[in-house]
């Protein structure tokens, strides 16, 4: 066993080091095997890494006082850069991301992610031509990410995680000192192994990071064959997370008890530089934990309770890496299943949601979150996950930036149709009386949607859903805001009537699906001005968006 040093350090923070290797990744992973250089000018590090192997710099990163500011990346490893991020966290626009999607050396895709409130951020997606720029999508989302096969056994790994026991126990309950610092690159509160207990809690955390990070290597080793360069997304989270832990510490926190709504929340975690815990204590990166959880447990009760948090806490770090709901591949989910869930007396259903879950965590997409391969892969395991309503923001993603994508629209219609919703069994019908000749991939997803089940309730309700329907229609496959809110305006009152319906039985599952489903609807138009438009009259398909929310019985 590994020796156990302690040291009391200044301020507030004790610190309990591993090991000389204070690394959880075997070390042919171990990013030192992938960097070509650093080097370092006051206050600036720069690093050149070697995803590849071929003694090409493939990515760089500029990190300062700690804090990651750009980065550049050869994704296709063709020995040109074709994406860059760059923070200015002093400017209201703190993010810009740069593409070359096409491969020609010029950029032909821009994203700016500004600060709205303290909750939100926006991201305007524009397409580049030379000097030219034009404004393709805006998009809100929120500023803090939340969490509401691959089972490895770990006795090598952990010969090498530090135990906290004995009179060790004793002394980090004891301090007065609010942070410990555990070794691998994590400062926690004293609060969190007070409340979950120190074994409980290490392996939680310890325990579950080596577990996902050893099954990222399996994913990669599995899936390096069918990768650019050999080399997978999972691959690529591996290193980013070893670059964050090696040039920061991630700080976790179980004692945020202001200022923060945790209803229905397990935790949440920053995902851009910048960020802070509502009572400004912890910067990015930190996760932070809900206080309230578990409210009691013990014995087996806290065994699965300690399981529940390993799979949160991994979720969450990948949160870390910037990935965010919606708007990136969806690892922290996908890779949270794939790598924390035992397979053990599976059902069928269970299995093919790990078994799309672990596809989503190789992260084998050419053109990452736009890919349309992810965009199916990630609708069928919002399917199998019960996902639908989270996931189902790629699909309108997808469908916004590709108009009158026949395999959009297909996995749109995937996306909104469930037991209780008919929103998306209509959308589907009427792309097959368009009369187009689908590719194999809508039939895929539609093939789907016929093998579901649809209740009684939902198939009474599709003369109350058609116009929404179409209006999605109109919206996200024609990319006409005038047309879908002239729909929803001529069904205005129907569709109040019923989205503000109360039914006792199984009715109000239709209803709440809907209600969703037009509150997507109207936001993309009004807060995200989708398409926006502008009448004679100087009103804008956003001002009648707005109109139609309130008319509606939405409330701000």
Same mark, same amino acid.
């Given at each position: 066993?590994?020796?156990?040093?302690?040291?009391?350090?200044?301020?507030?923070?004790?610190?309990?080091?591993?090991?000389?290797?204070?690394?959880?990744?075997?070390?042919?992973?171990?990013?030192?095997?992938?960097?070509?250089?650093?080097?370092?000018?006051?206050?600036?590090?720069?690093?050149?890494?070697?995803?590849?192997?071929?003694?090409?710099?493939?990515?760089?990163?500029?990190?300062?006082?700690?804090?990651?500011?750009?980065?550049?990346?050869?994704?296709?490893?063709?020995?040109?850069?074709?994406?860059?991020?760059?923070?200015?966290?002093?400017?209201?626009?703190?993010?810009?991301?740069?593409?070359?999607?096409?491969?020609?050396?010029?950029?032909?895709?821009?994203?700016?992610?500004?600060?709205?409130?303290?909750?939100?951020?926006?991201?305007?997606?524009?397409?580049?031509?030379?000097?030219?720029?034009?404004?393709?999508?805006?998009?809100?989302?929120?500023?803090?990410?939340?969490?509401?096969?691959?089972?490895?056994?770990?006795?090598?790994?952990?010969?090498?995680?530090?135990?906290?026991?004995?009179?060790?126990?004793?002394?980090?309950?004891?301090? /007065?000192? *609010?942070? !410990?610092? +555990?070794?691998? $690159? =994590?400062?926690?509160?004293? %609060?969190?192994?007070?409340?979950?207990?120190?074994?409980?809690?290490?392996?939680?955390?310890?325990?579950?990071?080596?577990?996902?990070?050893?099954?990222?290597?399996?994913?990669?080793?599995?899936?390096?064959?069918?990768?650019?360069?050999?080399?997978?997304?999972?691959?690529?989270?591996?290193?980013?997370?070893?670059?964050?832990?090696?040039?920061?510490?991630?700080?976790?926190?179980?004692?945020?008890?202001?200022?923060?709504?945790?209803?229905?929340?397990?935790?949440?975690?920053?995902?851009?530089?910048?960020?802070?815990?509502?009572?400004?204590?912890? /910067?990015? *990166?930190? !996760?932070? +934990?809900?206080? $309230? =959880?578990?409210?009691?447990? %013990?014995?087996?009760?806290?065994?699965?309770?300690?399981?529940?948090?390993?799979?949160?806490?991994?979720?969450?770090?990948?949160?870390?890496?910037?990935?965010?709901?919606?708007?990136?591949?969806?690892?922290?989910?996908?890779?949270?299943?794939?790598?924390?869930?035992?397979?053990?007396?599976?059902?069928?259903?269970?299995?093919?949601?790990?078994?799309?879950?672990?596809?989503?965590?190789?992260?084998?997409?050419?053109?990452?979150?736009?890919?349309?391969?992810?965009?199916?892969?990630?609708?069928?395991?919002?399917?199998?996950?019960?996902?639908?309503?989270?996931?189902?923001?790629?699909?309108?993603?997808?469908?916004?930036?590709?108009?009158? %994508?026949?395999?959009?629209?297909?996995?749109?219609?995937?996306?909104?149709?469930?037991?209780?919703?008919?929103?998306?069994?209509?959308?589907?019908?009427?792309?097959?009386?368009?009369?187009?000749?689908?590719?194999?991939?809508?039939?895929?997803?539609?093939?789907?949607?016929?093998?579901?089940?649809?209740?009684?309730?939902?198939?009474?309700?599709?003369?109350?859903?058609?116009?929404?329907?179409?209006?999605?229609?109109?919206?996200?496959?024609?990319?006409?805001?005038?047309?879908?809110?002239?729909?929803?305006?001529?069904?205005?009152?129907?569709?109040?009537?019923?989205?503000?319906?109360?039914?006792?039985?199984?009715?109000?599952?239709?209803?709440?699906?809907?209600?969703?489903?037009?509150?997507?609807?109207?936001?993309?138009?009004?807060?995200?001005?989708?398409?926006?438009?502008?009448?004679?009259?100087?009103?804008?398909?956003?001002?009648?968006?707005?109109?139609?929310?309130?008319?509606?019985?939405?409330?701000?």
């Amino acid at each position: 066993m590994f020796k156990v040093f302690l040291f009391l350090v200044p301020l507030t923070v004790f610190s309990v080091q591993a090991n000389d290797k204070d690394n959880l990744v075997p070390k042919k992973y171990q990013i030192k095997n992938f960097i070509l250089s650093t080097s370092e000018y006051n206050n600036f590090k720069t690093i050149k890494l070697d995803y590849n192997r071929d003694k090409k710099v493939d990515r760089i990163e500029r990190w300062k006082d700690k804090k990651l500011i750009s980065v550049k990346e050869d994704r296709d490893f063709d020995g040109t850069f074709d994406h860059s991020i760059t923070y200015d966290l002093d400017s209201q626009i703190f993010k810009t991301v740069l593409f070359d999607n096409n491969n020609d050396g010029k950029t032909d895709r821009k994203e700016l992610y500004t600060n709205v409130d303290s909750d939100k951020i926006k991201i305007q997606v524009f397409q580049v031509e030379g000097k030219k720029e034009k404004l393709l999508d805006t998009r809100h989302v929120s500023r803090t990410q939340e969490n509401n096969a691959c089972v490895d056994k770990l006795d090598d790994f952990r010969k090498e995680i530090t135990i906290l026991r004995g009179n060790v126990q004793s002394i980090v309950l004891d301090i /007065s000192q *609010p942070i !410990i610092d +555990i070794g691998y $690159g =994590y400062k926690v509160t004293k %609060s969190c192994f007070e409340k979950w207990g120190i074994d409980n809690f290490q392996e939680a955390l310890i325990g579950g990071m080596s577990q996902g990070l050893n099954c990222m290597i399996r994913l990669q080793n599995n899936g390096s064959n069918k990768a650019q360069g050999g080399v997978t997304g999972a691959m690529r989270n591996l290193l980013k997370y070893q670059s964050m832990m090696k040039n920061s510490s991630v700080h976790i926190t179980c004692e945020e008890t202001s200022g923060y709504n945790w209803s229905g929340t397990r935790a949440h975690a920053s995902t851009e530089p910048g960020q802070k815990t509502s009572d400004g204590k912890f /910067s990015h *990166p930190f !996760i932070s +934990i809900n206080p $309230g =959880y578990p409210s009691s447990a %013990s014995g087996a009760n806290m065994q699965e309770k300690v399981k529940d948090i390993k799979n949160t806490i991994f979720h969450e770090q990948l949160h870390n890496l910037g990935i965010k709901h919606g708007e990136d591949v969806e690892y922290p989910y996908a890779c949270a299943d794939c790598c924390m869930t035992d397979r053990a007396g599976a059902d069928a259903n269970t299995r093919s949601k790990l078994d799309t879950a672990c596809n989503i965590c190789t992260g084998n997409y050419r053109s990452g979150a736009d890919d349309i391969n992810y965009i199916s892969d990630i609708t069928f395991y919002g399917d199998y996950a019960w996902k639908n309503d989270l996931l189902g923001r790629n699909a309108q993603r997808y469908s916004r930036n590709h108009q009158r %994508s026949l395999n959009g629209l297909s996995i749109l219609a995937h996306s909104n149709a469930h037991f209780f919703s008919p929103l998306g069994r209509l959308i589907a019908e009427k792309q097959v009386l368009m009369g187009h000749e689908l590719p194999e991939l809508s039939k895929k997803h539609l093939r789907r949607i016929r093998e579901q089940g649809q209740s009684q309730v939902a198939i009474d309700s599709r003369p109350k859903v058609e116009p929404i329907a179409d209006a999605y229609i109109e919206l996200f496959y024609n990319h006409d805001s005038r047309k879908a809110i002239q729909i929803l305006e001529q069904n205005k009152e129907m569709i109040k009537n019923f989205i503000n319906s109360t039914p006792t039985d199984n009715s109000k599952f239709v209803v709440g699906s809907t209600r969703k489903q037009v509150d997507r609807l109207i936001y993309t138009m009004w807060i995200d001005r989708f398409k926006n438009s502008t009448y004679s009259d100087g009103t804008t398909t956003s001002n009648k968006a707005y109109k139609l929310f309130q008319e509606l019985g939405f409330t701000n």
